[in-house]
Every structure is written in structure tokens, then in C-alpha cells.
């Protein structure tokens, strides 16, 4: 049973920082793809940072973000460490979600696609206030 643990979630300014931490139960590399969605109250779950993890694959390495986030978050890996982090700067209140872990071993789903992902951590909220 893969399990996923988001931690560093927490209350920050608007235009402060923080880094998310999301540690896997088994080695990172074996999955295809893994990302950072959130979800706000009310709202759907979106895909915030994409990075593909397979250890030979042909995308390995290969980043995705939200057209809303792109040049404040980056998403990264340590497969030595089995640990996917998304640092977070110039953080809005608009940013202000539950933010969730996806691991995924690629369906054939977009990237941005809740379905590519079958295993999900339990999230870690984000509070950010003007």
C-alpha cells in the first residue's frame, strides 16, 4: 500500500513563502508522473505543478505548472529521499487551499487530469492572508 505525507502547510502573509513536503512510502522513482494539486472550499481540484519521475523515462525531469502559479512555485524531487517538494513564494490569498500529493503510474490521462493519478496523500493546508 503506497502512502503519501504532505507536511509544511501552514498560515503565512501575503508575499511570504513556504515549502511543501510530500514524503512517499516506497521509491519515487517508480512512479511515471507526480504533482501538487489544491482544492478551495467550494471548488474543484486543480492541478497546480506537474513533474514526471520515472527513472528512465523519456520526460523524466520534465516540469508543468498552472498558468497561475508559473514563476512563484517549483515543483522538485529527491528520489534518494523518496520526497516531492513545491516551494512557494510571492504566495496571494487566492493560494489559500488544502493542498494535496498525487502519484501516478500514467493512465493515458492529461497530466492536469485528477485520473492520472492513482495515489493521493491526505493534504496539507495553506492559509494565506492579506
Known amino acids: 500500500q503506497v502512502q503519501l505525507v504532505e507536511s509544511g502547510g501552514g498560515s503565512v502573509q501575503a508575499g511570504g513563502s513556504l515549502r511543501l513536503s510530500c514524503a512517499a512510502s516506497?521509491?519515487?522513482?517508480?512512479?511515471?508522473?507526480m504533482a501538487w494539486f489544491r482544492q478551495a472550499p467550494g471548488k474543484q481540484r486543480e492541478g497546480v505543478a506537474v513533474?514526471?519521475?520515472?527513472?528512465?523515462?523519456?520526460?523524466?525531469?520534465?516540469?508543468y505548472y498552472a498558468d497561475s502559479v508559473k514563476g512563484r512555485f517549483t515543483i522538485s524531487q529527491e528520489n534518494a529521499k523518496n520526497t516531492l517538494y513545491l516551494q512557494m513564494n510571492s504566495l496571494k490569498p487566492e493560494d489559500t487551499a488544502m493542498y494535496y500529493c498525487?502519484?501516478?503510474?500514467?493512465?493515458?490521462?492529461?497530466?492536469?487530469?485528477?485520473?492520472?493519478?492513482?495515489?493521493w496523500g491526505q493534504g496539507t493546508q495553506v492559509t494565506i492572508s492579506s
Open positions: 498525487a502519484a501516478g503510474g500514467g493512465s493515458g490521462s492529461s497530466h492536469w487530469n485528477t485520473r492520472a493519478y492513482n495515489h
Open positions: 516506497t521509491y519515487t522513482g517508480s512512479f511515471f508522473v
Open positions: 513533474i514526471y519521475t520515472g527513472a528512465g523515462s523519456t520526460y523524466y525531469g520534465d516540469t
